[in-house]
């Protein structure tokens, strides 16, 4: 074999169109307008999404959207780090140049790609596009703002196509496109991408995962409708969430609900910001939530505290103990810190919570996905779960806020009233 053979047998052996399994490459016409590709994790979405990206400026299409749920995923995921990043899987004489202080890549045919958040809707107020390329749309902290903004810019050519690659999850945009005409609706498993993954990887999620109702959305990526016996339920949530001007609050506080270690197997530490205005409803302002040391908690409940101008932080003690307050000061030794103590259960402590919810006085600022699932999906009473530590810091926070600890209510650190 000669070596111009050779290079011809390697250059086959790796395209897509080789490499994809049923359902990767959508059809190549005009005949659809939204390809939505719901995968678990480790299923291949993304380089799905990247190829696709790549055929489009092969073709000729020149204006396109690059969207995830934040801008260091769309840097990271979709462009430049990850093993089916742009970057990554672009052929040598195809490879764009990646501009990051303009969010920007520039083809060599002359084709641009621009970086967007689902963070910053209005980002897209204005742009021009043929092409968009949508990851982890559930994911998105103001979906349908963003998928609207999007909406108005596709406008340019005969063919205006959208690839939305994601795992699913129940709310009302994923609802809305896969009942539309135009949209492609293909599904795919994290088992059907096996061959790619560590068997590890597969084996462990198996053993976690298989047979839960997590991993039917996580694994297989079906959309699943709230747990029947959990406490909050997410038509409630998303008929009251807001997406306005905020009112002014006259309280806020970040809620903390910390992990007793930080190996591999822990739990996270629940930190979610709220406040509460003068007609008595709450908003949830912030989730920092997250899997890390107790060192790297506390700067997230204190950069949280900070950047929400907060009043308070609460803290249960379970757990933690005084360590909770002395980690804490660790970072700031003058952050306003209050010390709660679990004397009641988590049904009993989060049923009021859920009540609020009911009477229509709290409000999501924006979408909070992992906060939300778990608040859905957990049961009272159920022992196979895991604990909630997002929904936890959640109540806590709400509590303190509704006066339901018997202390006062302070607006902005003068006494206004006992609770």
Same mark, same amino acid.
């Given at each position: 074999?000669?070596?111009?053979?050779?290079?011809?047998?390697?250059?086959?052996?790796?395209?897509?169109?080789?490499?994809?399994?049923?359902?990767?490459?959508?059809?190549?016409?005009?005949?659809?307008?939204?390809?939505?590709?719901?995968?678990?994790?480790?299923?291949?979405?993304?380089?799905?999404?990247?190829?696709?990206?790549?055929?489009?400026?092969?073709?000729?299409?020149?204006?396109?959207?690059?969207?995830?749920?934040?801008?260091?995923?769309?840097?990271?995921?979709?462009?430049?780090?990850?093993?089916?990043?742009?970057?990554?899987?672009?052929? $040598?004489?195809?490879? $764009?140049?990646?501009?990051?202080?303009?969010?920007?890549?520039?083809?060599?045919?002359?084709?641009?790609?621009?970086?967007?958040?689902?963070?910053?809707?209005?980002?897209?107020?204005?742009?021009?596009?043929?092409?968009?390329?949508?990851?982890?749309?559930?994911?998105?902290?103001?979906?349908?703002?963003?998928?609207?903004?999007?909406?108005?810019?596709?406008?340019?050519?005969?063919? $205006?196509?959208?690839?939305?690659?994601?795992?699913?999850?129940?709310?009302?945009?994923?609802?809305?496109?896969?009942?539309?005409?135009?949209? #492609?609706?293909?599904?795919?498993?994290?088992?059907?991408?096996?061959?790619?993954?560590?068997? =590890?990887?597969?084996?462990?999620?198996?053993?976690?995962?298989?047979?839960?109702?997590?991993?039917?959305?996580?694994?297989?990526?079906?959309?699943?409708?709230?747990?029947?016996?959990?406490?909050?339920?997410?038509?409630?949530?998303?008929?009251?969430?807001?997406?306005?001007?905020?009112?002014?609050?006259?309280?806020?506080?970040?809620?903390?609900?910390?992990?007793?270690?930080?190996?591999?197997?822990?739990?996270?530490?629940?930190?979610?910001?709220?406040?509460?205005?003068?007609?008595?409803?709450?908003?949830?302002?912030?989730?920092?939530?997250?899997?890390?040391?107790?060192?790297?908690?506390?700067?997230?409940?204190?950069?949280?505290?900070?950047?929400?101008?907060?009043?308070?932080? #609460?803290?249960?003690?379970?757990?933690?103990?005084?360590?909770?307050?002395?980690?804490?000061?660790?970072?700031?030794?003058?952050?306003?810190?209050?010390?709660?103590?679990?004397?009641?259960?988590?049904? #009993?402590?989060?049923?009021?919570?859920?009540?609020?919810?009911?009477?229509?006085?709290?409000?999501?600022?924006?979408?909070?996905?992992?906060?939300?699932?778990?608040?859905?999906?957990?049961?009272?009473?159920?022992?196979?779960? =895991?604990? $909630?530590?997002?929904?936890?810091?959640?109540?806590?926070?709400?509590?303190?806020?509704?006066?339901?600890?018997?202390?006062?209510?302070?607006?902005?650190?003068?006494?206004?009233?006992?609770?």
């Amino acid at each position: 074999m000669t070596d111009a053979e050779s290079e011809i047998l390697t250059e086959y052996a790796t395209r897509w169109s080789f490499l994809a399994h049923a359902g990767q490459i959508p059809p190549d016409n005009a005949a659809w307008f939204c390809y939505l590709m719901r995968s678990g994790r480790g299923g291949g979405k993304t380089r799905a999404g990247a190829e696709w990206v790549l055929q489009r400026v092969r073709k000729g299409y020149r204006s396109i959207a690059l969207i995830g749920a934040k801008a260091s995923d769309v840097r990271d995921i979709m462009i430049e780090l990850g093993d089916s990043s742009i970057m990554k899987v672009a052929r $040598p004489e195809e490879r $764009p140049e990646y501009e990051p202080s303009k969010r920007r890549l520039t083809f060599p045919n002359g084709a641009v790609a621009v970086a967007f958040s689902g963070e910053e809707p209005d980002q897209l107020r204005g742009p021009q596009h043929d092409t968009a390329w949508v990851d982890e749309l559930a994911k998105f902290k103001y979906p349908q703002e963003t998928w609207d903004n999007l909406m108005m810019g596709l406008r340019l050519g005969e063919n $205006p196509q959208v690839f939305i690659t994601t795992t699913p999850r129940p709310i009302p945009i994923i609802k809305e496109l896969l009942k539309s005409p135009d949209t #492609i609706d293909v599904r795919f498993s994290t088992y059907d991408n096996a061959e790619n993954l560590s068997p =590890k990887f597969l084996a462990k999620i198996k053993e976690k995962y298989e047979g839960t109702r997590l991993g039917r959305q996580e694994l297989y990526g079906e959309i699943l409708d709230d747990n029947p016996g959990a406490l909050f339920h997410r038509n409630v949530i998303d008929n009251l969430r807001h997406t306005g001007k905020l009112p002014q609050l006259i309280r806020v506080l970040t809620g903390v609900d910390p992990a007793v270690s930080s190996g591999e197997e822990s739990a996270e530490t629940g930190i979610i910001a709220a406040g509460v205005d003068a007609a008595g409803h709450y908003y949830v302002l912030a989730d920092a939530s997250l899997h890390g040391s107790p060192l790297e908690w506390a700067r997230a409940v204190v950069r949280t505290h900070h950047e929400r101008q907060g009043d308070r932080v #609460i803290g249960e003690t379970n757990n933690g103990g005084e360590l909770v307050e002395a980690n804490l000061r660790r970072v700031d030794p003058s952050i306003p810190y209050k010390a709660v103590h679990a004397s009641r259960g988590k049904a #009993i402590r989060a049923e009021p919570i859920a009540a609020l919810y009911e009477q229509g006085k709290v409000h999501h600022v924006g979408a909070f996905p992992q906060l939300e699932d778990q608040m859905c999906e957990w049961v009272p009473g159920d022992p196979n779960q =895991k604990s $909630p530590d997002r929904m936890d810091a959640l109540v806590w926070a709400l509590t303190e806020l509704s006066g339901q600890t018997g202390g006062h209510i302070w607006a902005r650190g003068k006494k206004i009233g006992a609770s």
